[in-house]
């Protein structure tokens, strides 16, 4: 079954503080995972990605740890400042399929408070 | 700023009324999805399209929606018959390739009354 799903629902941290958003899944084909940031009434925006060669890729404040094994992803944020406060959606696709349909995760809203 | 051009950004319907949409992809795009997404933030692939020729779309899509991305006009999104289960924002988003990243528009919401 093509799930994507995504823990807490709802995180809220302090200024200058680290954000850990968790993202798991269970079709074993998908192998490229993009984050995409969403902000009240916009589209949403692709953060940072990570295919599954890899373990980590870093952007910024922004970093992604893969576990292939366990089929787990988390979003580090670093030093989060209120700008980064945003609904976060974890996505999944098989990368070289035809069509490019990605799965989402329901999202994680963050809050970061001043 | 998106470079994916959604119009209107808000489309209010009677139930069994036509709602049209429309998407203007990014300039050099010609692969566009559709996805609706409802107010639980689930996200649901409605169609694609490689120029002008669908590439997959759902059952949903195929009974009640229309769709088409003609060659030098927006693409849009009708549904014919409008149910209060089809309120939701509706994301149109282009890429370069196939398995390229999508950039999305902001979307356009529409309310069934």
């Known amino acids: 079954q093509q799930q994507v799903r995504q823990s807490p629902q709802s995180l809220t941290v302090w200024e200058g503080e680290t954000a850990i958003l968790n993202c798991s899944y269970e079709?074993?084909?998908?192998?490229?995972f993009p984050w995409y940031q969403q902000f009240p009434g916009e589209g949403p925006a692709l953060l940072i990605s990570?295919?599954?060669?890899?373990d980590k890729k870093e952007d910024g404040r922004f970093t992604i740890f893969f576990n292939k094994r366990e089929k787990k992803l988390s979003l580090h944020i670093t030093d989060s400042q209120p700008g980064d406060s945003a609904t976060y959606f974890c996505?999944?696709?098989?990368?070289?399929?035809?069509?490019?349909?990605?799965?989402f995760g329901t999202g994680t809203l963050l809050s970061v408070k001043p | 700023n998106s470079k994916v051009i959604q119009t209107p950004r808000y489309l209010v319907k009677g139930q069994g009324q036509k709602a049209k949409m429309r998407c203007i992809p990014e300039?050099?795009?010609?692969?566009v999805f559709w996805y609706q997404q409802n107010k639980n933030n689930e996200f649901k692939f409605l169609i694609n399209?490689?120029?002008?020729?669908?590439?997959?779309q759902i059952d949903m899509t195929e009974k009640r929606f229309s769709a088409e991305c003609p060659s030098n006009s927006p693409c849009s999104l009708e549904i014919q018959s409008s149910e209060a289960g089809d309120s939701a924002l509706y994301l149109c988003?282009?890429?370069?390739?196939?398995?390229?990243?999508?950039?999305f528009g902001s979307g356009t919401r529409l309310l069934v009354i």
């Open positions: 988003a282009s890429s370069f390739r196939q398995n390229s990243d999508y950039t």
């Open positions: 079709d074993s084909t998908f192998n490229y």
């Open positions: 990570i295919s599954s060669v890899s």
């Open positions: 996505a999944a696709r098989f990368y070289g399929g035809s069509g490019n349909k990605l799965i």
């Open positions: 300039k050099g795009h010609p692969v």
């Open positions: 399209f490689q120029n002008q020729e669908v590439l997959q």
